[in-house]
């Protein structure tokens, strides 16, 4: 197996200085160079792999070595790479190490010196790649698993709602298909759903009815039509719900528990705020559970169940198209119309 072999970014405006430090490292890296901060950020803008350190001279024409440091440091992509300032006798060493230089370097130019600190700031630079690779795959490990275990939560909901279980994943992707249609078409949401990320809110629908695990058996599984005091049983759930959710963790510092809460605890509100727990009106409705009302609603038209018979997909479109403005978000219920047949595709596909 071929080593991979470093890259370091030489900058500094004296050609000199280039050539030696190329000659001193050369044997070891694979060696970039520029001559100032200007040339030095285009190259780290248009290399296949970022260098894993700067070694950068303090005083250069067009843009100094700290503008340029600067510049790395307000940049998520640069601002990681470690930067070994190359001084002269009147810069201030204390002044760029404070300002987050790991270390410098001073003229003239001593090889086993240059050696050394590159060395050492390589290694330290790929240790902590290292750990941060493991972290990251150690959080996508945890976030898959919580994934399955809250999906696999949702199902047992709806398979004690006696639904198939199909219902979590239809409702899922028709929410995702709305997300899509609201972003492409331009609507007035667009940027408002990029924001909120149309996975997130496609992940956090799976918890609409969590919950329905609060709700007795008596009520949930009963086949007809719920008397008024069973009803009012029945939309506890959204309350329920959003207890649930908080028990999770802390939905201020998670987008997906966030969307978890707007969801199950504001599905059931209504654009012209009848709706319920909190009748809510318009807008003060969150945009993930003005979402999920149209697919949760769409779904219980479309599909059969213990008290009724399904409707035809036409049918369901013109039910959710006439409680425009009153029971749905307007744009929300015209996008419905232009991707129909996404939705009905959708509902034929997980039966």
């Avoid at 005091?229 to 506890?236: A, Q, R, V, W």
Wanted: aromatic share 6%; hydrophobic share 40%; charged share 25%.
């Amino acid at each position: 197996m071929n080593k991979i072999v470093p890259t370091v970014l030489i900058v500094d405006d004296m050609d000199i200085n280039v050539m030696v430090l190329e000659e001193i490292l050369k044997d070891d890296y694979h060696i970039i160079t520029a001559n100032n901060g200007k040339e030095a950020l285009e190259k780290l803008r248009t290399a296949a792999t970022l260098p894993k350190i700067v070694l950068l001279d303090v005083m250069m024409p067009e843009m100094s070595g700290p503008q340029m440091f600067e510049i790395m440091k307000a940049d998520n992509t640069f601002k990681r790479i470690p930067v070994i300032f190359i001084t002269a006798e009147n810069d201030s060493e204390s002044e760029l190490l404070a300002a987050g230089a790991v270390d410098f370097i001073n003229k003239p130019l001593v090889p086993e010196i240059v050696k050394l600190r590159v060395r050492n700031q390589v290694e330290l630079k790929n240790y902590s790649d290292s750990l941060e690779e493991m972290v990251a795959e150690k959080t996508a490990e945890a976030t898959r698993t919580l994934d399955n275990a809250l999906q696999g939560l949702a199902n047992v909901i709806e398979h004690r709602d006696l639904e198939s279980g199909e219902h979590v994943k239809r409702t899922q992707l028709y929410v995702l298909a709305l997300c899509d249609y609201l972003i492409i078409s331009g609507s007035k949401y667009a940027q408002e759903v990029l924001d909120l990320n149309p996975k997130i809110i496609m992940n956090a629908m799976a918890l609409h009815d969590v919950g329905k695990i609060a709700i007795p058996d008596r009520i949930l599984l009963k086949p007809g039509r719920l008397d008024p005091e069973e009803y009012e049983i029945m939309k506890t759930h959204t309350t329920r719900g959003k207890d649930i959710i908080a028990e999770l963790g802390d939905i201020h510092s998670s987008m997906y528990l966030k969307h978890c809460e707007d969801i199950c605890y504001g599905h059931h509100e209504r654009w012209d705020g009848k709706g319920y727990p909190r009748q809510l009106q318009e807008t003060d409705i969150p945009l993930p559970a003005r979402l999920a009302s149209i697919a949760d609603v769409y779904d219980a038209l479309v599909c059969a169940r213990v008290y009724k018979a399904a409707f035809p997909y036409s049918e369901a479109i013109k039910i959710i198209t006439d409680g425009s403005g009153t029971q749905f978000d307007p744009v929300m219920s015209d996008a419905i119309v232009h991707i129909q047949n996404r939705f009905q595709e959708i509902a034929q596909e997980y039966k």
